[in-house]
């Protein structure tokens, strides 16, 4: 029996800690966390923000009383100011502003990501927001329901940016989109789709202003206006979505970093020092696209880092089989989802690749309820393994993202796709499956 102390209790912190206190109820577990609330489902708050949910119960899945309840120590509202790492003691500060200090035998950090914020004036003026914790969602949900607030600007179109943009459009505001990138969501598709994804959110009204790079913010004591390198746009309210950087504060100096700043980790979790472990977005994952460390902040990599790092802290040793940074969207009923890398990344990443496209009718064109898809299949150029997969559509076509999330774990190739046993059924595809004909249109 020893003791842990986990820093850091959202999704990563919360998988960690509820392994731990389901599958060691020996061992001691302290958790540390600077929010109110855990487990807030950021992904969302969209929804909820444009009226497409209820509210937001559904949008917690656990609670410092449930691990209480499991005999866990639970400080919420603690800010820690630092780490003795020799010493193997954490020294923090309550709400109250009682210093507290825990000694460890073994140490998870799971201290998140923290919003990009640019370097611009005008910042501390009001009605300008971030996309991050419930109560940033709360402060956006409050502000649309403001009459005087009609314009809004959302700077970022990645995948928190795009959401929140269609969410200001639902709550009937003037919305629009700022993005240095000439397209939305280039992070992880490719031109050939997010070309389609723009087009559909300029047909619902969203003003589209890409390859624009925000200057300034203007205002007095409230924020009345958003200039570009473009231009300047009436805004009363600014949500920035630019993207999230690694919380490395309490690592720095201490913990070997990657080029990014993330924490490094092993596939058991382990820093550079033995017994700190650390998980989610502060740390790297393994990529198998790359077949090396990478970062990818999503929760289902956060979950699935936190389950590892909790039974490898308590002695059964476990490695993760890394991950493919699998993900989609849905805006306005048009489904996009990923898997691995797309052009530019494996560019960036100096890898040779090859791609074949195709796009089809999902069903027999004698269906009447049907819509075209189309999917891109990137594969190395060397070994021929995939290496990423792009599928777009009006029809739900997520789940097959999954078979190539799979096929890149597995090293598998594009030939190996090109005769795959794929049923056929009228109700559900065409004979001549647009997987089977992108495969067999492969170089």
Request: hydrophobic share 40%; charged share 20%; glycine share 10%.
């Amino acid at each position: 029996m020893g003791k842990i102390v986990l820093v850091g209790a959202n999704h990563a912190g919360t998988a960690a800690a509820n392994t731990i206190l389901d599958n060691y109820p020996d061992e001691e577990l302290v958790i540390i966390d600077r929010n109110s609330n855990i487990s807030y489902l950021g992904c969302g708050t969209a929804l909820w923000v444009g009226r497409q949910i209820n509210g937001t119960e559904g949008l917690f899945y656990c609670s410092q009383d449930v691990f209480k309840q499991k005999h866990a120590k639970v400080y919420m509202e603690t800010e820690v100011s630092s780490i003795d790492f020799a010493g193997k003691k954490v020294h923090a500060q309550t709400k109250c502003g009682e210093q507290i200090v825990e000694g460890y035998d073994k140490l998870i950090l799971a201290t998140g990501s923290l919003p990009i914020i640019p370097k611009i004036s005008g910042l501390e003026l009001e009605n300008v927001d971030v996309v991050k914790l419930f109560q940033d969602g709360e402060k956006i949900n409050q502000a649309l329901d403001d009459e005087s607030i009609r314009n809004v600007a959302v700077v970022g179109a990645g995948y928190i940016g795009v959401e929140i943009a269609e969410a200001v459009r639902r709550r009937g505001k003037n919305a629009m989109l700022f993005e240095a990138q000439d397209t939305s969501l280039s992070g992880y598709y490719d031109p050939w789709f997010t070309q389609d994804m723009d087009k559909v959110l300029a047909d619902n009204g969203i003003d589209l202003h890409f390859g624009e790079i925000v200057k300034e913010l203007k205002g007095e004591g409230k924020v009345s206006s958003l200039v570009t390198d473009k231009g300047e746009y009436a805004a009363e309210l600014v949500i920035l979505a630019i993207g999230f950087v690694p919380n490395n504060n309490l690592a720095k100096g201490s913990l070997e970093l990657f080029s990014n700043g993330a924490i490094l980790v092993d596939k058991h979790q382990q820093t550079s020092m033995k017994d700190v472990y650390a998980v989610g977005d502060c740390a790297t994952v393994y990529s198998n696209a790359l077949r090396a460390p990478s970062y990818i902040a999503l929760a289902t990599n956060a979950v699935r880092s936190g389950i590892v790092a909790a039974h490898n802290v308590c002695g059964t040793a476990l490695e993760s089989i890394g991950v493919q940074g699998s993900n989609g969207i849905s805006i306005y009923g048009y489904h996009m989802v990923s898997t691995g890398l797309n052009l530019k990344a494996a560019e960036k990443a100096g890898m040779e690749v090859l791609y074949t496209d195709y796009e089809d009718l999902q069903k027999p064109a004698f269906i009447d309820d049907n819509h075209r898809v189309k999917i891109r299949i990137i594969y190395e150029k060397s070994t021929r393994r995939i290496v990423g997969t792009q599928i777009a559509s009006y029809e739900d076509i997520a789940m097959g993202i999954h078979m190539f999330s799979l096929a890149i774990e597995e090293g598998v190739t594009i030939d190996k796709l090109k005769l795959l046993d794929i049923f056929f059924l009228p109700h559900f595809n065409q004979p001549y499956n647009y997987i089977t004909m992108a495969a067999l249109g492969a170089e």
